[in-house]
């Protein structure tokens, strides 16, 4: 069993992950630390020194190898890794995906204070919610293909847990 939690950077995919895994009896992943881990480096520095279409390509690796690990994952994606290859086709394909679908004020907000550690963030030289407004966007369609969407109100820790724990019992009542 596997659900992917996706949705823009600052949207609370490993926070809110983390802890559904945990009431959910699942193993939390987070793809990008997984990324790192393997790399023994940090994600800035893969696209600092190897460029961004190298980091896609290592993702859409990494996600095939945590699609296919035995077990129950809750995997927390990179804000980018539904909008490249067809990894979003993959993941619904291959478990349950869930957007945390936040507004490009609420993001932003959230983003001003961790701005330096990402680095798509980190080279916004204009407005930064100009930037968050074009790039979901550009993201829109393929966000908007995952099978369950969260609305901002929802996007907490108890309520999406407790949305898992719904499809977890579907799941097991069929
Ligand atoms: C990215 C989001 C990041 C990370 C990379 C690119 C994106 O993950 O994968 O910096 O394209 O939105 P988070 O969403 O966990 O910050």
Redesign the pocket.
Known sequence: MKFFLI?????G??TIGKYAARQNNMTFL???KYIEEKHGKE??EI?AEDGEPY?REE?RKALLEVIDLPGAHLV??????P?FFDNMDVMNARGTTIYLDLSAARLTDRLRNAKSK???VAEVKGDLQIFVHK?LLERAADYGKAQMIVAEQNANRKAVSEMIRGVISEMEAE
């Open positions: 949705g823009f950077m600052g949207a995919k490993s987070d793809l990008d994600i800035r696209f980091f993702e927390s994606c990179g804000g980018g890794t909008c990402r680095p798509l790039k």
